[in-house]
T-cell receptor, first 115, second 112 residues
């Protein structure tokens, strides 16, 4: 069964360092998302991406964050200068449709630990 | 504001029993979805119910939606130990852009 794959599964970094989290969405999906889940808290939306541009972003997704689909298969989330509060599980998701039809398929997540 | 609040926060039952989890929300929606998350894993989509639907079934899952009360319930019948997980409801708050708003989830433990 097709699945969303994410790498790395766990990354430890020092505060202020840049981090890139990678995702390979399901091949025929058109809409891509990043969510995060701080330990013990809700799953929170970061950004959605369609047709090579951001569709929507949350207030969390500030200038330190960026997304890219560099080669038609990978979908990356970059955090330019990590902060302690960026420590979380980051989930990539993709869907065939958006909005009212949009069942999301999630990856297993990348756990980011900022020291 | 809170959107998608599940209760109970935790539920512990024996195998074979039914598990019912509830979700309340505050705004209009196009659809409501339920997801499952095993500890430390990704979220798995269980079922989507549209705002014009009142009930939907998928295997041992039954979801109801009452838009007048802004609430939904997820019933798992004849639960199994493998159903142990966190269950989240998520709504779109009426948006068609694909963003979902998740609740805090119900931690279900099914004892063998």
């Amino acid at each position: 069964e097709p699945e969303v794959t994410q790498t790395p599964s766990h990354q430890v970094t020092q505060m202020g360092q840049e981090v890139i989290l990678r995702c390979v969405p399901i091949s025929n999906h058109l809409y891509f998302y990043w969510y995060r889940q701080i330990l013990g808290q809700k799953v929170e939306f970061l950004v959605s991406f369609y047709n090579n541009e951001i569709s929507e972003k949350s207030e969390i997704f500030d200038d330190q964050f960026s997304v890219e689909r560099p080669d038609g298969s990978n979908f990356t989330l970059k955090i330019r200068s990590t902060k302690l509060e960026d420590s979380a599980m980051y989930f990539c998701a993709s869907s065939v449709e958006q909005g009212a039809g949009g069942e999301l398929f999630f990856g297993e997540g990348s756990r980011l630990t900022v020291l | 504001s809170q959107q998608g609040e599940e209760d109970p926060q935790a539920l512990s039952i024996q195998e074979g029993e039914n598990a019912t989890m509830n979700c309340s929300y505050k705004t209009s929606i196009n659809n409501l979805q339920w997801y499952r998350q095993n500890s430390g894993r990704g979220l798995v989509h269980l079922i989507l119910i549209r705002s014009n639907e009142r009930e939907k079934h998928s295997g041992r899952l039954r979801v109801t939606l009452d838009t007048s009360k802004k609430s939904s319930s997820l019933l798992i019948t004849a639960s199994r130990a493998a159903d142990t997980a966190s269950y989240f409801c998520a709504t779109d708050r009426g948006s068609t852009l694909g963003r979902l708003y998740f609740g805090r989830g119900t931690q279900l433990t099914v004892w063998p």
